[in-house]
């Protein structure tokens, strides 16, 4: 539970961050940090869900490394509503390139003359702090339905839904598939 929690917090910062640098001109860094955010998402859900007690003693002694993003995702997949996980899926190609300096990021680097100047649209860094609020909020609605803490489940999906005018389709809105989720107390 304590690897979840960290992740959950991992996220939150990330969030947070983007946010930050997004309202204040740190629009280059605040995409790179939208594949951090997903990836801590991920990787928290597969800890919690997944992984077996080897792997997570194994993990948090430095002697494993998690699996790679399209192994991660097949095996959390299946324990959530389908389609949660379509738009990370279908834009981490992306996140990558922003995260790593791809053309994705140095492209909007550039205006029409050939001046190095921040030219993003307005559209995409809308669109990243609706993805990282997105996967923060589900992030959330997940750790709270683990805890059984439908209540708050249901808060954050209502505020989700208020603020960004989002299908409510879009969270979870039941626990992982499965009877018990994979808590692992010793990690």
């Not at 992984?51 to 324990?79: C, H, M, T």
């Amino acid at each position: 539970m304590n690897l979840l929690m960290g992740y959950t917090h991992l996220a939150m910062t990330h969030h947070h961050s983007i946010i930050s640098l997004s309202s204040d001109g740190g629009d280059a860094s605040a995409l790179a940090l939208g594949r951090c955010l997903v990836d801590a998402h991920l990787r928290g859900l597969w800890l919690n869900d997944v992984a077996s007690e080897d792997q997570v003693k194994r993990l948090a002694s430095g002697d494993y490394n998690f699996p790679g993003w399209r192994d991660l995702l097949a095996a959390i997949s299946p324990r959530y509503p389908d389609g949660l996980f379509v738009h990370a899926d279908k834009n981490y190609g992306k996140m990558c390139g922003f995260n790593h300096g791809g053309p994705e990021q140095v492209m909007w680097l550039i205006d029409a003359e050939g001046t190095i100047s921040p030219n993003y649209p307005e559209d995409l860094i809308t669109s990243n702090m609706r993805l990282s609020t997105g996967t923060l909020a589900t992030h959330g609605i997940i750790v709270c339905l683990v805890l059984d803490r439908r209540e708050a489940a249901a808060e954050i999906r209502a505020h989700y839904v208020k603020q960004f005018s989002q299908q409510s389709d879009d969270l979870p809105a039941t626990a992982p598939r499965e009877a018990e989720p994979a808590i692992h107390e010793s990690a």
